[in-house]
């Protein structure tokens, strides 16, 4: 590179110029170091671009790794809704009563579990109907009220009934139906007095051959002193009262006679059936014309049912929750006032005019009676209600009357024909 002379003496020191190889030599190490360090940048920079296949074999497991990250996140969605149902279900049971009733309970009377349990048939398995076993019915609601059903079982088989039909018929209005049977024979009242047919449709008979039992009134008197519901306001008073005039004379716009509804029937009418028909005066009337009326009515406040029997007409001992144990298109005529109202929730009447439109047969009359409409949005639901079924409109009126308080109240009257429907 270059000689380096010393001079001692005058405290100095110096480097010779550099000659022309030394130069080239000092230029070639600095790109010596420069391309050095070019080539390692490069090499920790560097991502070399994969081929075809790799491309391909890198997206093959890059899909394959979500497709099976994405199968395990649905599954265990899937996983989290079937959990889910499963409990949604198991609370509407709950609810519903539809679970089946735990026989093994200590609180289950033994004629329940006897009632309740299982019989294979002798022959095995029904070749027609494909059942292997017989099972009795019992309502699901049965399960919500199950201390009041372990009461009404708690009795001693082949003797006599305890005095509760009371509690039977709560068990009904809890939606009890049908209750199961029992092996006790019914209490028995003398049915002493009665009058025969027809004259027993407008006489009353000895009081001693009604159940007071579980009843506010013990007597007639006192029933006729109360307005037991909207249509039976001394209803039992079968001579001097309303229910004298009732169907044969108009006592306002809304009161239709029997024999004006009966000549707009077609085909004849023959039987019928009234929904809450109170003591069974409409049936009465309908009895003095050869029609065939049942009349479908609880005990609640006053022994209707017994009341009508006495009467010579037919009583069914049903609440309205209940499907009607008729066969399709079966009535002629089906009459009905505010037993329609049943508790002032839509969808429950929906229910019942439907049932109520299956028994009705086609060109059969639908008589609405007296209908309280306590207010515009009622009957106007009603009034949709009733246009979807397509009945043609023989009569159709919404009048006015007082009531007790001096309160003016709207109510709708109507007979309607039902279609022919293909």
């Known amino acids: 590179m270059g000689s380096v002379s010393l001079k001692i003496g005058d405290g100095t020191a110096r480097f010779k110029s550099a000659t022309v190889c030394s130069s080239a030599v000092h230029i070639l190490m600095l790109f010596s170091v420069i391309t050095t360090n070019l080539f390692a940048l490069y090499a920790f920079t560097y991502s070399p671009k994969p081929n075809n296949h790799q491309i391909h074999f890198l997206n093959h497991h890059h899909t394959h790794k979500n497709i099976s990250l994405i199968s395990e996140q649905v599954s265990l969605i899937l996983r989290e809704i079937d959990s889910s149902q499963k409990k949604l279900s198991q609370m509407e049971k709950q609810i519903l009563g539809y679970e089946s009733i735990d026989l093994s309970a200590p609180n289950i009377p033994n004629e329940l579990k006897l009632f309740l349990q299982r019989n294979q048939l002798p022959l095995g ?71 025969p047919f027809p004259l027993s449709l407008w006489r009353n008979v000895s009081e001693k051959i009604y159940s007071w039992s579980g009843l506010g009134c013990k007597n007639l008197a006192c029933l006729n002193s109360k307005k037991l519901n909207r249509d039976c306001a001394g209803c039992f008073d079968l001579g001097n009262g309303n229910e004298v005039l009732r169907f044969v004379k108009s006592r306002g716009k809304n009161d239709f006679l029997i024999d004006d509804v009966l000549g707009l029937g077609s085909g004849g009418i023959r039987i019928g059936f009234d929904i809450g028909g109170g003591s069974g005066t409409f049936a009465a009337r309908m009895a003095e014309r050869n029609v065939t009326i049942v009349t479908a009515t609880l005990n609640i406040d006053a022994p209707f049912n017994e009341f009508i029997a006495a009467r010579g007409v037919f009583p069914l001992y049903l609440s309205l929750d209940h499907r009607f144990p008729f066969y399709d298109n079966v009535f002629d005529i089906i009459h009905v006032g505010n037993g329609l109202d049943i508790g002032g929730r839509p969808e429950k009447l929906e229910f019942l005019m439907f049932d109520i439109d299956r028994v009705i047969r086609a060109g059969g009359l639908f008589w609405l009676d007296n209908f309280l409409c306590s207010n515009e949005e009622k009957r106007k639901n009603l009034t949709r209600l009733i246009e979807r079924f397509g009945y043609k409109k023989l009569k159709w009126v919404v009048g006015e009357k007082l009531n007790g308080s001096g309160n003016s109240e709207v109510y709708l009257s109507a007979v309607l024909q039902k279609p022919v429907r293909v």
């Open 125 to 195: 398995k029904d070749s027609r109907t494909g059942i292997t076993e017989m099972v009795s019915s019992v309502g699901h609601s049965c399960y919500k009220s199950m201390d009041l059903l372990s009461n009404y079982m708690n009795y001693k088989p082949n003797q006599a009934c305890p005095d509760d039909w009371s509690l039977s018929q709560r068990l009904i209005l809890k939606g009890c139906e049908p209750l199961p049977r029992r092996r006790c024979f019914a209490r028995s009242i003398p049915k002493v007095g009665l009058h």
